[in-house]
């Protein structure tokens, strides 16, 4: 199975401030498409998972351009411009590209 | 707009089996993926299979090959789970997710999730 390893495992940031996750894969998630299928989701406390980011940078719907995603091959990062209180959560990355699907470890975000 | 709706929480004991559902609304159904999850409270994330409703065929996690089936009714588009011969390492929330496959190929909308409590 691929192993998705993601840093740090937690945050604690101060509105306005920015941060960065990083999600790093054992083997490449391209695809044979051409498509790497890595995304990120947060889960918001109590909730179930929302997608934030569809193949590497691409934004969900209705997701705020202070999101942004980066990356290729095996390394991959999440950037939150900006962060704002609703931030707060457990982000996850998540490989669909070889089966299994797996998941990172999640980063817990917390506001200061 | 679409809508993932699960069935209630459920208590069960061990060696027994529960049948989780998934009722969809607002897309096709009929032509579309379902996946399903499973998270221990405080732990990440475990994909358990998917399955396309026009066929019925699925790809499951080998971890979960056994444990989960994965059905579908197209009629009431809903999608189901079966969890057999549950122990306490089964006792987690199960989550339902379609699987869009058009543009993102991911997991856009996901079921509130279901807490299933393996004990006797």
């Known amino acids: 199975d691929v192993v998705m390893t993601q840093t740090p495992p937690s945050l604690s940031v101060a509105i306005g401030q920015s941060v960065s996750i990083s999600c790093k894969s054992s083997?490449?998630?391209?695809?044979?498409?051409?498509?790497?299928?890595l995304h990120w989701l947060l889960q918001s406390p109590g909730q179930s998972p929302k997608l934030l980011i569809y193949q590497v940078s691409n934004l969900g719907s209705g997701v705020p351009d202070r999101f942004s995603g980066t990356g290729s091959q095996k390394d991959f990062t999440l950037k939150i411009s900006r962060v704002e209180a609703e931030d707060l959560g457990v982000y996850y990355c998540v490989q669909a590209t070889h089966f299994p699907f797996t998941f990172g470890s999640g980063t817990k975000l917390e506001i200061k | 707009q679409v809508k993932l709706q699960q069935s209630g929480a459920e208590l069960v004991k061990p060696g027994a089996s529960v049948k989780l559902s998934c009722k969809t609304s607002g897309y096709t159904f009929s032509t579309s993926y379902m996946s399903w999850f499973k998270q221990i409270p405080g732990q990440s994330i475990e994909w358990i299979g998917m399955i396309y409703a026009g066929d019925g065929g699925t790809g499951y996690n080998q971890k979960f090959k056994g444990k989960a089936t994965l059905t579908v009714d197209t009629s009431s588009s809903t999608a189901y789970m079966d969890l057999s011969s549950l122990t306490t390492e089964d006792s987690a929330v199960y989550f339902c997710?379609?699987?869009?496959?058009?543009?993102?190929?991911?997991?856009?909308?996901w079921g509130q999730g279901v807490m299933v409590t393996v004990s006797s």
């Open positions: 083997q490449s998630l391209v695809y044979s498409d051409g498509k790497t299928y």
């Open positions: 997710a379609r699987l869009e496959t058009t543009v993102a190929t991911s997991f856009d909308y």
